[in-house]
């Protein structure tokens, strides 16, 4: 946590304060969800330039044409999974890796799958160093990875025109998948497993993400 404790000052603490208490407002009730917001440094996940903006509740960009997720949204996803302590997660899209972070701050095991290269070997080696330790994968999410199956929780970071069959099959019964779903603009929806063949379906409203795209990118 050495390079926490260096770069994360009393200022970006005030900030996210703040930034807590707004999304608080905007409906997150989950006080272990907040409290993970709380702390995790959002800034140290995005270039130096953008400090002064990181704490404000919007996406922002990162490398390889991606984005930061809103901290609401981070937030409304991590509550609609309902985690428990030490429960498997699979996380499909790392990206900055900080929801990967507020997931670990929630006391789960978090496997994560990336597709982006640049990206996944920059988050493996920046995760540690704040004391994170998911257990990291580059590759295809739309495969997930049934050798590490079944997960209590899988959560979709990208916006998919549907939820892959594979990850379906990955989560256990009783598990619940959370996902953004749709071509331009995605329904976020809640996938509860009720059985090997049942599935009970939820839709929680709109919001915008960046593609789920096939495949792997070097």
């Not at 331009?184 to 497993?193: E, F, K, P, T």
């Amino acid at each position: 946590m050495f390079l926490c404790v260096m770069l994360d000052n009393f200022i970006h603490k005030g900030r996210r304060k703040k930034l807590v208490e707004i999304i608080k407002s905007k409906g997150i009730t989950d006080e272990r969800v907040l409290e993970a917001i709380g702390k995790v440094p959002r800034h140290l996940f995005m270039e130096s330039f953008l400090d002064n903006v990181a704490y404000e509740d919007r996406a922002q960009p990162i490398s390889a044409g991606q984005t930061i997720s809103q901290p609401y949204t981070v937030a409304f996803q991590t509550q609609l999974l309902d985690l428990k302590k030490a429960e498997k997660v699979l996380e499909v899209g790392t990206g900055s890796g900080y929801q990967t972070a507020v997931l670990l701050e929630m006391g789960v095991k978090v496997f994560s799958i990336e597709r982006q290269r640049m990206l996944y070997e920059k988050t493996r080696l920046f995760l540690p160093k704040l004391g994170y330790f998911p257990t990291l994968f580059w590759g295809d999410g739309y495969k997930g990875k049934s050798n590490y199956a079944p997960f209590d929780k899988i959560l979709i970071t990208a916006g998919a025109p549907f939820v892959p069959p594979d990850l379906l099959q990955q989560l256990k019964i009783g598990g619940i998948l959370v996902a953004p779903v749709g071509e331009i603009d995605q329904i976020m929806i809640s996938v509860l497993r009720t059985s090997p063949t049942d599935y009970k379906q939820q839709e929680h409203g709109y919001f915008r993400f960046v593609p789920l795209i096939e495949g792997v990118n070097d």
